[in-house]
C-alpha cells in the first residue's frame, strides 16, 4: 500500500482578502488563499523572511492541499487610504493624501472563515518544526492584509493513500482543473445542480520572485465535494475518524 503522512491544520479568520495578480485598480479577491499565499503563510509560521522560502517551499520538495471548510460570500467596499509623508498628514488637512479604492472582502457566511491545509514536505524535520510553532507563530498571520489577522490551529496528522479509480471521485480539497479528464466535471449530485467557480491562481514563485507557473482550480460553491472523473490517481486521507479524498495544488 502507497501511503504517506499528511500534517493538517486549520488557518482560522473572521475577513480576508487574497489580492488577484491580474487585477485593475479595483482590488478584487480570490475565495480561497493561492499557494503562494500559503507558503507564504507557513513561512510567517517559521519565522523565515519575506523573498527566502520560494525554494523551500517549491513545487518539487513541497505538497499542499486546501479544502474550504465553511462556505463564504465576497462583497466590494469602497476603503480610504492615505498616502502619509509626514506627522500632518495625518489630521486631514491635506486632502491630497485621500485615495479611494474598491476592495474585494472575503466574509464568512458563519462566524468565520475556515481553511483547511494538508501539507508534506520532503524535508521532515521541517514538518516537525511547522508542528511546534502552528499555534505560537514567530510571524503573526493574516489573511492577505495587515488588517485581516489569522490564526493556525492543529489538526492532526492523516494517512494518505494513493489511490486511482475510472468512476467519478468526490474531491473534498480544492481542484486543479488539469487533473480532470475533458468535461470531466459532473455538474449534477442526483437533481441537484453543482455550482462550480473556477479561478486562475499563481502556483509558484521562483527565487526571484517572478511568477513560475498557475493554475485553474475550481471549487463548489455551495460547500459540497467537487465531483469529477480525474486522468491521474487522487489522495485518501484518513485523521481523527474522518475520511476524505484530496488532490495537492500543484
Known sequence: ???????????????????????????????????????????????????????????DKCKIALSVLHPVRKHIHTVNYLFVKGAGDFNGSNKNVHTQIPLEIVFPV??????????????KALESEIEKHIEHPIYPLYFGISEFIAKAEFVGYAEAE?????????????LNLSYVKERGLVIESGSVPMRYISEIMPL???????????????????????????????????????????????
Open 1 to 59: 500500500m502507497n501511503t504517506e503522512r499528511l500534517l493538517v491544520f486549520d488557518l482560522v479568520g473572521t475577513f480576508a482578502h487574497f489580492r488577484k495578480y491580474d487585477t485593475n485598480s479595483s482590488s478584487l479577491s480570490y475565495t480561497f488563499p493561492p499557494r503562494t499565499t500559503l507558503t507564504g503563510i507557513i513561512a510567517a509560521i517559521l519565522g523565515i523572511e519575506r523573498d527566502e522560502y520560494y525554494e523551500t517551499f517549491s513545487t
Open 204 to 250: 509558484e514563485f521562483d527565487a526571484d520572485r517572478k511568477l513560475k507557473s498557475v493554475a485553474k482550480f475550481v471549487y463548489e460553491q455551495t460547500h459540497k465535494p467537487v465531483v469529477a472523473h480525474l486522468k491521474s490517481a487522487y489522495y485518501r486521507v484518513k485523521y481523527n475518524g474522518k475520511e476524505e479524498n484530496i488532490l495537492f495544488m500543484g
Open 162 to 174: 494513493k489511490v486511482s479509480s475510472d468512476a467519478a471521485v468526490e474531491v473534498h480539497s480544492v
Open 110 to 123: 458563519g462566524k468565520e472563515i475556515r481553511y483547511r491545509v494538508y501539507f508534506t514536505h520532503s524535508d
